[in-house]
């Protein structure tokens, strides 16, 4: 059973567009956590929000965790080539040792 | 700092071999580990976690056992490995007092 859906799957855009990723389950989490992966490394950690609502930014990265912790978006502003990548977003169950990964979302950021 | 080691980074071995991956932390104590294994470009899988020593807890039936000796250590291991094993494997930690996963550079498993 896959808890985490993420879309899109594949998105492709041009150097200095804006772009949304979304992960949305109908379970409710701890606390969800997202991830960025390049191919042949390990995911490396964004963020995480833990707070129903909770909105986070990270320079051109805003990070929002639904009012019913159930569901989050991560938005890109004027993306870059850099941001290339796999993202990932994990949920944390309550029993703190179990997490649920998205199906993740491959960007492309064209220069 | 905490630090998240696996080896080998790449592993190319012949149906029917065996396996050992080996991952260790450094700098916590008392972490929760994982194995997971992925796919090309998509999420992941969780194989097996450990909350500690001699404590592992399998999500998935599968050729793959894994083992916990020490407190910071955490091997992935098969007797046989069969084609379908290929992928890439990720090790994780967290904290017992915290929600994050921290993950190691991975290993790249091929058989043929």
């Known amino acids: 059973t896959q808890l985490l859906e993420q879309s899109p799957q594949f998105l492709s855009i041009q150097e200095g567009e804006n772009l949304t990723v979304y992960c949305n389950s109908s379970?409710?989490?701890?606390?969800l956590q997202w991830y960025r992966q390049e191919p042949g490394e390990g995911p490396v950690l964004l963020v995480t929000?833990?707070?129903?609502?909770e909105v986070k930014k990270l320079k051109r990265l805003t990070f929002q965790f639904g009012d019913a912790r159930k569901d989050s978006s991560l938005h890109i502003t004027a993306a870059q080539p850099g941001d290339t990548g796999l993202y990932l977003c994990?949920?944390?169950?309550?029993?703190?040792?179990?997490?649920?990964f998205g199906t993740g979302t491959s960007l492309t950021v064209i220069p | 700092s905490q630090t998240i080691h696996q080896w080998p980074a790449t592993l190319v071995q012949p149906v029917g071999s065996p396996l050992s991956l080996e991952c260790t932390v450094e700098g916590t104590s008392n972490p929760n580990l994982y194995w997971y294994r992925q796919a090309a470009g998509r999420g992941l899988q969780l194989l097996f976690y450990s909350v500690g020593i001699g404590q592992i807890s399998s999500e998935v039936p599968q050729n793959l056992s894994a083992s916990r000796p020490q407190d910071r250590q955490f091997i992935l291991s098969s007797k046989k490995l069969l084609l379908s094993d290929s992928g890439f494997y990720l090790c994780?930690?967290?904290?017992?007092?915290?929600?994050?996963?921290?993950f190691g550079p991975g290993t790249r498993l091929t058989v043929l």
């Open positions: 379970s409710v989490f701890s606390s």
């Open positions: 929000v833990v707070t129903g609502g």
């Open positions: 994780a930690w967290n904290g017992e007092t915290t929600d994050t996963q921290y």
């Open positions: 994990a949920g944390a169950a309550f029993t703190g040792n179990q997490f649920y």
